[in-house]
């Protein structure tokens, strides 16, 4: 079964840097783009950017262009959404989501969320 | 910019229809954008119902239909019933590994 695990909730001070992390299992991970979705409180979804763990390909939206980045090691199967220094606004759920193969263009699994707070 | 649009908010009573749709700012939703519609519940992480603007995803019940209306995408509920409401959000692929999601539909059933 198609599996994507996410790290756990994190609690940070603004400042800091964070990497989060969504590892695939049941699926070959190199052959399929992984999405990182964001979700404010009590706000909508808001697609960051993607990458193809076969070649690290990388598409970031214009809002979140130059504020994360999203990185991937094949080897273990495991997509990364970092920070260098997070902010406060960016509290929020994050999710990574699994682009379909079959080029039919839709987010077919998705991770559990991963909760970033960022408070001093 | 483009901005995906969703109506903020719908209710529909029990048994009944609705349907909610997912248009662009600036010009016309069509199959090209390969509109898909997910769920999501409370505290819950999205759940896909629709693909390609038609198809179910597995396991998503036949009252749910996807469609192109017009300029829209939309998403038809035939039969509500109460544990549909949810908050719906479309996406929309804008080619180049670009994708944007709606602002978001809160469904209420009463």
């Known amino acids: 079964e198609v599996q994507l695990v996410q790290s756990g909730a994190e609690v940070k001070k603004p400042g800091e840097p964070l990497k989060i992390s969504c590892k695939g299992s049941?699926?070959?991970?190199?052959?399929?783009?992984i999405a990182w979705v964001r979700q404010m409180p009590g706000k909508g979804l808001e697609w960051m950017g993607i990458i193809y763990p076969g070649d690290s390909d990388t598409r970031y939206s214009p809002s979140f262009q130059g504020q994360v980045t999203i990185s991937v090691d094949k080897s273990i199967s495991t997509a990364y959404l970092q920070w260098s220094t997070l902010k406060a606004s960016d509290t929020a759920m994050y999710y990574c989501?699994?682009?379909?193969?079959?080029?039919?263009?839709?987010?077919?699994?998705w991770g559990q969320g991963t909760l970033v707070t960022a408070s001093s | 910019q483009t901005v995906v649009t969703q109506e903020p908010s719908f209710s529909v009573s029990p048994g009944g229809t609705v349907t909610l749709t997912c248009g662009l700012s600036s010009g016309s939703v069509s199959t090209n954008y390969y509109p898909s519609w997910y769920q999501q519940t409370p505290g819950q992480a999205p759940r896909t119902l629709i693909y390609s603007t038609n198809t179910r995803s597995s396991g998503v019940p036949d009252r749910f239909s996807g469609s192109i209306l017009g300029n829209k995408a939309a998403l038809t509920i035939t039969g509500a019933q109460a544990d549909d409401e949810s908050d719906y959000y479309c996406?929309?692929?804008?080619?180049?590994?670009?994708?944007?999601f709606g602002g978001g539909t809160k469904l209420t059933v009463l």
């Open positions: 996406a929309l692929y804008m080619g180049s590994g670009i994708w944007m």
């Open positions: 049941g699926y070959s991970f190199s052959s399929y783009w």
């Open positions: 989501a699994r682009q379909d193969g079959a080029a039919l263009f839709y987010f077919d699994w």
